[in-house]
């Protein structure tokens, strides 16, 4: 009962009764393994699905997202005490010669709500920071680009974490306004995202956490 | 009939003699690329912030003459001159908003100098500025009426988060209304007083520039478009019927969520009806074709970077099949000519709107 109550005030985006809810659960003896899959991420699930058919918009989700974030300060000090890790570590930017922002962000905040580490680098990024920010525990990179002269980077970047060796070890993710999935399968990318809670979905098919 | 008597007939929405041809927006490489083929001496593809006065005038020159080879029926002008420089890669707009340069698109937004009440208690508004209207002038006085002249000006909601910044506006819409009503509404102020100069220098059609999509969905709810944005573009609407000039609205993206508040605001066309965002021009055209026009729909994600001239040319048929029937249909890009596309299909679209456009149509 107590996680779809935090499930629901995550969906309407409200931190304050959110942090009491999280001290609710724990009072009940919940522990913050439980909190996080049966409430938070069960909520952002839920936001993503909504979204995905336009029962809610971007600003919606920025409300949720706000309220996860400000659940995930209480929750962090606590599951690292337990040792869970992640679900797994993305590497996550928009590339070379593109400044949009929004779209990754979103995607961001849909793999936070999955339960991933995201190691996000931002804007602009050319191949070799997608390189550098690679490292042990990385499962995915995911690359965004809006503009069509920008996605053409996105296989620059998958070259260069091939000539690294890198891209055997890595899935490769990506999406944004200038990517179709035709031209995914070109450049041989192992995902497209259409919308940021489908990318959120099929990184968990990709590290094999998938429903 | 000249190019402006068609583009007005075709904005109607009625039937020219022959279906009309546009160029929303084109950037620096497309504009040299096309020019190659029709003048010389032209400089090598920069930002046109960074060439020279000289250079300038060439590309703008060539920009005319592309419209004038080519037959484009409609010339869009905008602001010049509203930025200063902060850095090699940054400039600032007359609003205080910064961008980032880039060598592969538009400037982003990426500072806002109104983010808090405290912010807009100290913000002093521009002042719209003749001077910035100098390509509107020299388009009229190079064309002497024979083609419309359009002007592209930034509608509520791109002015709003440009100077909010986009999540920060979204938020604010939840946890402080009245601010965005009252960025929205300074906004407004200028925008109408950047119309009454406008009208003074001519103008024939405004485009509400303001994207409110993506190609999934629209970036806000219907409800919020309702009451953040629309009311302030409607009164800019009725302001220039009421000065005489049509208005032309511009979005990205998929706008089918929002058709209904779009048409009931009085627009006279919708731009530029993306393919990739399901705005399919038949579908668009039985739906609400007979009360306003459709420009745009001929693909620049795609088509014009990586087709090819005789894959344009069966595309801009298709598009005169699907929507000229009875008029109120003109020919342009799915958005801008950006770097990307290639000289040649811009020109295979241009030549195919002449080739099938004049009515009865194939």
């Known amino acids: 009962m107590i996680f779809s109550q935090i499930s629901a005030r995550l969906q309407n985006g409200d931190p304050k009764e959110m942090a009491h809810l999280i001290g609710q659960a724990f009072d009940q003896g919940a522990t913050p393994e439980q909190v996080l899959n049966q409430g ?9 699905q909504k979204f995905q058919t336009g029962e809610i918009y971007i600003p919606h989700m920025l409300l949720a997202a706000r309220a996860m974030h400000g659940a995930l300060d209480i929750l962090k000090p606590l599951l690292a005490e337990t040792g869970n890790g992640p679900a797994g570590r993305v590497v996550l930017g928009t590339v070379q010669g593109d400044h949009h922002d ?40 995911a690359m965004s680009a809006l503009l069509s002269t920008t996605a053409p980077f996105i296989g620059d970047t998958i070259e260069a974490l091939d000539k690294a060796g890198l891209r055997k070890t890595l899935k490769i993710m990506v999406g944004g306004g200038a990517v179709s999935q035709e031209f995914s399968d070109e450049i041989g990318a192992d995902a497209y995202g259409g919308d940021a809670a489908t990318a959120a979905v099929l990184a968990m098919d990709l590290v094999g956490k998938g429903a | 009939m000249n190019g402006k008597k068609r583009i007005l007939t075709a904005l109607n929405p009625g039937q020219a003699d022959q279906v009309p041809l546009y160029i929303h927006g084109i950037n620096e490489a497309p504009i040299i690329g096309i020019g190659q083929q029709i003048t010389q001496g032209l400089p090598q593809v920069t930002d046109f912030r960074k060439m020279k006065d000289t250079e300038k005038f060439k590309v703008l020159d060539t920009l005319f003459l592309i419209h004038e080879t080519f037959d484009v029926d409609g010339f869009t002008a905008f602001e010049i001159g509203h930025e200063s420089p902060v850095d090699d890669q940054h400039v600032k707009d007359e609003f205080g908003v910064v961008y980032a340069l880039s060598d592969f698109g538009l400037p982003v937004a990426k500072g806002h100098p109104v983010k808090e009440v405290s912010d807009l208690e100290k913000y002093e508004p521009p002042n719209p500025d003749p001077g910035h209207l100098v390509l509107l002038n020299l388009a009229r006085d190079r064309f002497k009426g024979d083609k419309a002249l ?4 930034r509608g509520s909601f791109v002015r709003c988060w440009r100077l909010m910044g986009m999540e920060n506006m979204m938020i604010k819409m939840f946890d402080d209304p009245q601010f965005v009503h009252d960025v929205a509404a300074m906004v407004l102020e200028y925008n109408l007083a950047q119309l009454d100069l406008l009208v003074g220098e001519g103008l024939d059609v405004l485009v509400i520039e303001d994207d409110i999509a ?17 009311p302030y573009n409607r009164q800019i609407v009725e302001a220039a019927h009421a000065k005489g000039l049509k208005v032309v609205r511009h979005s990205d993206g998929n706008l089918w969520p929002l058709m209904d508040i779009l048409l009931d605001t009085g627009y006279d066309g919708l731009n530029p009806l993306e393919p990739q965002a399901g705005m399919a021009l038949d579908r668009v055209k039985d739906y609400c074709g007979d009360q306003l026009c459709l420009l745009g729909n001929i693909d620049c994600v795609d088509l014009l970077p990586n087709g090819t001239p005789q894959q344009v040319d069966a595309t801009v048929k298709k598009a005169i099949q699907d929507a000229g029937q009875g008029g109120g249909l003109i020919i342009c890009s799915s958005n801008s000519l950006h770097p990307g596309v290639a000289p040649d299909n811009c020109i295979a679209m241009f030549e195919a709107t002449r080739k099938y456009g004049r009515y009865p149509t194939p």
Not at chain 1, 110 to 134: C, H, N, R, W, Y
């Open chain 1, 102 to 141: 929004i779209g990754k962000n979103l995607v961001s905040t849909m793999l936070e709500g999955k339960g991933f580490e995201v190691i996000d680098v931002g804007i602009d990024a050319p191949p070799q920071t997608f390189v550098k920010a690679v490292d042990e525990g990385v499962q995915i990179v």
């Open chain 1, 40 to 48: 938070l991420i069960a909520g952002m699930d839920r936001v993503g």
């Open chain 2, 150 to 153: 359009f002007w592209l000006m």
């Open chain 2, 214 to 230: 993506d190609k999934n969905f629209p970036l806000i709810a219907p409800d919020q478009f309702l009451e953040f944005v629309n």
